[in-house]
């Protein structure tokens, strides 16, 4: 889905994790617009706009800046108003977008596709991730250090990170610098494995072409929205490397869905949560409780976060069941599968099924 007509300008999104190098990729689109006249529109969450103040090689008029808050919860009908004023006051060819840090970037999108002022003006084109390719990677291993010591930051940044990866349609692999050939193999395995349609970029400094994010006309909706993978998998569909009988793509990183008509037992459902199967890093979907019939109960655990509990009510043309996607690194699929099924009702638990504490949150 393209919103617009053919004079809309077409929009770059740039999003990613605090730090990752968004900015350093605006400043290098600036200084090398490769025929295009791009305007910036940044957003920084402290008092002063940092991100700003460093953008380099622009005029005042280059750069919009939207500070005291966070596009996505905030600012959205700010963002609203100055797209459009801009879009009125001046002419140039290209808009990017630079979310902050802790931004989702999908709130973002939408005013680029449901806002009828802005759609007038615009269409979204490009949605790209810059991610913190050693952060990412430190994610997952905790033995690691960063060279100068810090820490890349923020854990329970993990389902941002996760959201940022699975919506985008171009992918930095940024800092690469900072990371060993073979993790970032690996980062690039599990990051084609949470959003296998992007086009993916090894970078060090964000050193990619204004081609490769300004115009790109990759931007589609429809396919984003299906093709992130867990939505695949809860699709029962399963693709290209990736289609494999054990289901395992490159560096052991595969991914399964867990389906069934039955029940959780509220209590050991919860304790396998708690404990957690070793090499899952990433599980979405949702879930049965005998205890909660009318309710979806979700999971999404990203890294190290994790939250159960009730996301909306069952319509009367679902068909209720449990269905979870993990994905994760040398994960013993049929281990977990044996594990799930023990936290299933039993019959006889399920002919009492009045009788059971519920340890998950009830809103
Ligand atoms: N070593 C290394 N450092 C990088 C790379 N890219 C960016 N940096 C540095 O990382 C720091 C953060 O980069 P920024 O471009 O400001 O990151 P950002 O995503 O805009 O940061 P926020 O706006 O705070 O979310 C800066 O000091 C950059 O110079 C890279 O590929 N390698």
Redesign the pocket.
């Given at each position: 889905m393209t919103a617009g007509s053919d004079d809309t300008r077409p929009v770059t999104l740039v999003s990613?994790?605090?730090?990752?190098?968004?900015?350093?990729?605006v400043n290098r689109i600036l200084q090398n617009q490769a025929g295009y006249d791009v305007a910036v529109l940044v957003n920084?969450m402290g008092e002063i706009n940092?991100?700003a103040e460093?953008v380099a090689g622009s005029t005042d008029e280059d750069v919009i800046d939207l500070t005291n808050g966070c596009i996505c919860c905030r600012l959205r009908d700010d963002l609203t108003d100055e797209v459009v004023r801009l879009a009125d006051e001046r002419a140039f060819d290209c808009l990017l977008v630079?979310a902050?840090?802790v931004s989702e970037p999908f709130p973002i999108a939408k005013t680029f596709l449901e806002e009828d002022e802005v759609t007038d003006r615009y269409r979204l084109d490009t949605m790209v991730s810059?991610l913190d390719a050693y952060g990412f990677w430190k994610e997952f291993d905790p033995e690691t250090t960063r060279p100068d010591g810090r820490h890349p930051g923020g854990r329970e940044l993990a389902n941002v990170l996760v959201d940022q990866v699975e919506f985008c349609d171009v992918l930095l692999l940024?800092?690469?610098?900072?990371v060993p050939d073979d993790a970032i193999d690996e980062v690039e395995a599990v990051a084609r494995e949470l959003q296998p349609r992007a086009s993916l970029y090894r970078?060090?400094?964000?050193d990619v072409s204004p081609e490769t994010v300004l115009d790109t006309g990759l931007f589609d909706f429809d396919a984003v929205r299906r093709s992130a993978g867990w939505k695949r998998q809860l699709a029962g569909e399963h693709e290209d490397s990736h289609d494999r009988a054990d289901g395992e793509g490159d560096h052991g990183v595969s991914s399964f869905c867990y389906e069934s008509t039955r029940p959780f037992h509220p209590e050991r459902f919860n304790t396998w949560i708690d404990e957690w199967p070793s090499g899952v890093y990433r599980a979405k979907g949702f879930f049965l409780l005998p205890t909660r019939s009318e309710t979806v109960m979700g999971l999404n655990r990203a890294g190290p976060s994790v939250t159960a509990g009730p996301i909306g009510e069952w319509r009367a043309d679902d068909e209720p069941a449990t269905r979870l996607v993990f994905i994760g690194t040398d994960v013993d699929e049929a281990a977990i599968r044996e594990q799930l099924a023990d936290c299933l009702l039993t019959d006889e638990e399920m002919a009492d099924a009045d009788a059971f504490s519920d340890p998950f949150p009830t809103a």
């Open positions: 990613g994790t605090l730090g990752a190098g968004k900015t350093t990729l920084d940092v991100d460093l630079e902050s840090g810059v940024n800092k690469c610098d900072l970078t060090t400094y964000a």
